[in-house]
C-alpha cells in the first residue's frame, strides 16, 4: 500500500511541476487560452502547479493515512468538478471522461486504501 500511495504522490508532484513549469504547454494540453491580462497562467501555475506539488509533497512528509486520505479527497474533489462540467457545461469529450476516470480512480483508491488507518 505504501508504494502505491508514494506512486501516486510522485505522479501528483510530476502532473504539478508541468502545470507550474510549462502552463502554456499545460494551457495547451488542457484546450485553454489566456485573455487579455494573462492571469490563465498564474492560474494554471498555482492551481494546475504548486498546489499539486505542495499536495504530493506533504503527503509523502506526513506519511500518515489521514494525509493520503485529503490527497484522495483533492481529487474526488476534482473528479466531481469535472464530471459537473462535462454535463452543465456539455463538455464531453474522451480526454474529459479520461482525465475524470484518472482522479475518480485516485481518490478510491486514496480514500479506501488509507480509512481504514485513519
Wanted: proline share 3%; glycine share 12%.
Amino acid at each position: 500500500m505504501d508504494y502505491i500511495n508514494f506512486a501516486v504522490a510522485i505522479l501528483t508532484i510530476a502532473l504539478g511541476l508541468m502545470g507550474w513549469l510549462a502552463p502554456r504547454w499545460t494551457m495547451e494540453q488542457l484546450d485553454m487560452q489566456a485573455g487579455p491580462t494573462n492571469m490563465a497562467y498564474t492560474e494554471v501555475s498555482a492551481a494546475s502547479g504548486c498546489l499539486f506539488v505542495g499536495l504530493g509533497l506533504g503527503a509523502m512528509l506526513i506519511d500518515q493515512p489521514l494525509a493520503w486520505v485529503v490527497v484522495g479527497l483533492a481529487y474526488a474533489g476534482a473528479a466531481t468538478g469535472r464530471v459537473t462540467s462535462i454535463f452543465r457545461d456539455n463538455a464531453a469529450s474522451r480526454q474529459s471522461w479520461t482525465f475524470f476516470g484518472c482522479e475518480a480512480a485516485l481518490a478510491a483508491w486514496l480514500i479506501l486504501a488509507n480509512i481504514g488507518g485513519v
